[in-house]
């Protein structure tokens, strides 16, 4: 967990706290790097959107 919540410029916090466990994640409202890393486009291939099936036109 705390890999990805730094990976995405957030912080993490992990504890006990009593007879249990605490834990903190703040992510930032926008990711410090992209989700998807950049493909470029090929020619004569269109993007799928969101949502539709591969290969759909």
């Known amino acids: 967990m705390r ?3 730094e990976l995405l410029g ?3 916090r992990a504890g006990a706290a009593g007879p ?7 992510l930032p409202a926008v990711p410090a ?3 998807v890393p950049a493909v470029p486009a090929v020619p004569g ?3 799928s959107r ?6 759909a036109w």
Request: charged share 25%; proline share 12%; aromatic share 8%.
């Open 20 to 26: 249990g466990w605490r834990l903190s994640a703040t």
């Open 45 to 47: 291939v269109r993007p």
């Open 10 to 12: 957030g912080r993490f």
């Open 33 to 35: 790097v992209p989700a």
């Open 50 to 55: 969101a949502g539709e099936p591969v290969g």
């Open 3 to 5: 890999e990805r919540v």
